[in-house]
C-alpha cells in the first residue's frame, strides 16, 4: 500500500523559514518525478515545484528564488525548502508522485502570520 507523508510545516513569522518532508512507503521515490501543490483557503489546489527522478527541477514563479525541491533517494523523501515566506504561502501542502494513480499525502499546514 503506497502512502506518502508529509511533515514540517508550522507557524512562522514572514521572512522565516520551514522545511517540509514528503516520506513515503510502498513506492519508490527514485523512479518518479515527486511535486509539491498547495490549497489555500478558499481557493483551488495550485502547483508549486516539481522534481524529476533524474534530478531536474521546476517551480511555480510565485515561489522561485525562495523555494528548493530535493530528494534523498535513500531515504525515499522530497524535501521543501521554503524561505523568505511570505502570508500569501499560508496554505495546507501536499505531495504526490507522478504514476498516473492519484497518489496524495494528508497534507501539512503551513501558516506565515506575525
Known amino acids: 500500500q503506497v502512502q506518502l507523508v508529509e511533515s514540517g510545516g508550522g507557524l512562522v513569522q514572514p521572512g522565516g523559514s520551514l522545511r517540509l518532508s514528503c516520506a513515503a512507503s510502498?513506492?519508490?521515490?527514485?523512479?518518479?518525478?515527486v511535486a509539491w501543490y498547495r490549497q489555500a483557503p478558499g481557493k483551488q489546489r495550485e502547483f508549486v515545484a516539481v522534481i524529476t527522478s533524474g534530478g531536474s527541477t521546476n517551480y511555480a514563479d510565485s515561489v522561485k528564488g525562495r523555494f528548493t525541491i530535493s530528494r534523498d533517494n535513500a531515504k525515499n523523501t522530497v524535501y521543501l525548502q521554503m524561505n523568505s515566506l511570505k502570508p500569501e504561502d499560508t496554505a495546507v501542502y501536499y505531495c504526490?508522485?507522478?504514476?498516473?494513480?492519484?497518489?496524495w499525502g494528508q497534507g501539512t499546514q503551513v501558516t506565515v502570520s506575525s
Open positions: 510502498g513506492i519508490s521515490f527514485s523512479v518518479f518525478a
Open positions: 504526490t508522485v507522478y504514476t498516473g494513480l492519484g497518489y
